[in-house]
């Protein structure tokens, strides 16, 4: 079946610096991949997504590069703010999910504080 | 526009009891998805309807469980004999088509004493 991990939070991270999420799946068909995030308070947002192999999505400073020889897809960002506290899921939809329901699998979340 | 909506946001139960949730998906969507989400975890999907039609309920946990859609809009999660363990955040998403980006609710938090 499919799955998704992600590093175990909580992430503590002064503001300007450099973040790094990882997030590894295992699917049985050809996946598209997404990190959605949490704000304290607000439903899941999508941040960005990546459709197949090589693709890179980018949104508000974050990048995740779909990585499919290593089955992985991390997200980055260069110089995060106290803004971007919150908690990040890794998710991934399958083209083989059942009924073609593209249903999401989702990681179990990562949480992000930073600091000034 | 619009986005998902859900009511309540709130919902505090006795177990035993039957509950209703509600999701209004995006205007001419028609693709919904449940999911349900647990303390510390990410969610996990329950059930989508294409149109009306239920086309894939394998996430759901047991016949407690059951949703609607009667007119390819709104969809109700109904939950009869509420256990202790159904206690969790219950999210509704939409997507166009299936395989669309899912928008999602701002969830309803269920609570079974």
């Known amino acids: 079946g499919n799955s998704v991990t992600q590093m175990e939070g909580p992430v503590t991270l002064s503001e300007e610096a450099f973040l790094t999420i990882n997030c590894t799946y295992t699917?049985?068909?050809?996946?598209?991949l997404f990190w959605y995030v949490q704000y304290p308070g607000e439903g899941l947002q999508l941040l960005l997504k990546?459709?197949?192999?090589?693709d890179k999505g980018s949104n508000k400073g974050f990048e995740a590069t779909y990585r499919k020889e290593t089955t992985s897809f991390h997200l980055e960002k260069g110089s995060v703010q106290v803004s971007d506290s919150a908690v990040y899921f890794c998710?991934?939809?399958?083209?083989?999910?059942?009924?073609?329901?593209?249903?999401?699998?989702f990681g179990k979340g990562t949480k992000l504080s930073v600091i000034p | 526009g619009a986005g998902v909506s859900q009511t309540p946001s709130n919902k505090v139960t006795e177990k035993g009891k039957y509950v209703e949730l509600r999701c209004d998906p995006i205007?001419?969507?028609?693709?919904l998805y449940w999911y349900r989400q647990s303390l510390g975890q990410g969610p996990e999907f329950l059930i989508y309807?294409?149109?009306?039609?239920?086309?894939?309920d394998s996430g759901l946990p047991n016949d407690r469980f059951f949703a609607v859609r009667p007119e390819g809009s709104v969809s109700t999660l109904k939950i009869q004999r509420t256990e202790r363990g159904d206690s969790a955040v219950y999210l509704c998403?939409?997507?166009?088509?299936?395989?669309?980006?899912?928008?999602f609710g701002p969830g309803t938090r269920l609570t079974v004493l």
């Open positions: 998710a991934l939809s399958d083209s083989d999910s059942g009924a073609g329901s593209y249903q999401l699998t």
């Open positions: 990546a459709t197949k192999a090589d």
């Open positions: 309807f294409q149109g009306t039609g239920a086309a894939d």
């Open positions: 699917a049985t068909g050809y996946p598209s």
């Open positions: 205007s001419g969507h028609t693709a």
């Open positions: 998403a939409s997507s166009p088509q299936s395989g669309d980006t899912q928008y």
